[in-house]
């Protein structure tokens, strides 16, 4: 079945055999009080609430529907085994990552795997039957097994929800483009880190160049409302 999702720069025809949601790092590293950016003093947690609530309703519009869902995790083993190393620009730049380099106490606190730090939010748990794939990388495609997971449910378009937008959205989205999936932005469904030109600056970006831009709302009306395609 086809749906005509509003969107920036044009309405999109998705394919809903073929869409799949996913759903980035809504973990409680970046989104509750507590977890990293909050011990790092860079948690807006007004937005995060905002993108949770939004995320909840796209997330119960692609569970009504059936359609496929993937959660995306950003993890690390303990002792940062792959991080990377001093060989990768990762290494130096990922903010958990630096910040367990730099302070004994932190070791293994942010992001490790089995951390109250790494776990998907509650609000947005899995249920059976959804995907969850780790990463240690920004972009779910590398070192991950996304894009066979994607390419096996025969999945080309992609909606995109979570945190942050100007980096673990942006840049799995950008790879996604790059694999010639088709992708969606879910603005309100995505929050950045930082001041709010950034977000404005990812979704100018992603309506320019890699993609399209629509709202939890229409998107929902979309996907519960229309039996057939139909024009914008």
């Not at 809504?26 to 509750?32: P, Y």
């Not at 905002?50 to 009504?64: P, Q, S, T, W």
């Not at 730049?93 to 004994?104: F, L, Q």
């Not at 590398?142 to 390419?151: F, G």
Request: hydrophobic fraction near 40%.
């Amino acid at each position: 079945m086809e749906v005509v999702v509003p969107a920036r720069p044009e309405t999109i025809k998705l394919d809903t055999a073929r869409t799949a949601l996913i759903v980035v790092d809504m973990q409680n590293a970046f989104a509750k009080k507590g977890g990293m950016l909050d011990v790092l003093g860079t948690l807006d947690a007004a937005r995060a609430e905002r993108v949770i609530a939004a995320d909840k309703k796209v997330l119960e519009a692609f569970r009504r529907r059936g359609l496929k869902i993937i959660f995306l995790r950003m993890t690390y083993g303990p002792n940062l085994a792959d991080a990377g190393g001093p060989e990768s620009p990762n290494y130096w730049k990922e903010g958990g990552v630096v910040a367990m380099r730099r302070n004994p106490a932190w070791k293994d606190r942010f992001l490790t795997i089995g951390t109250w730090d790494w776990e998907i939010i509650d609000e947005l748990k899995p249920k059976p039957g959804e995907t969850v794939i780790n990463k240690s990388r920004y972009s779910g495609f590398v070192k991950t097994e996304l894009d066979d997971v994607l390419k096996k449910a025969n999945i080309k378009y992609l909606v995109f929800i979570g945190i942050a937008t100007n980096v673990c959205v942006e840049s799995t989205l950008r790879h996604a483009y790059f694999q010639d999936y088709f992708p969606v932005l879910v603005s309100d469904g995505c929050g950045n880190v930082g001041p709010e030109f950034i977000q404005d600056a990812s979704e100018t970006n992603v309506a320019s160049f890699f993609g399209w831009v629509a709202t939890a709302e229409d998107l929902i009306k979309a996907l519960g409302g229309h039996h057939q395609a139909r024009k914008g």
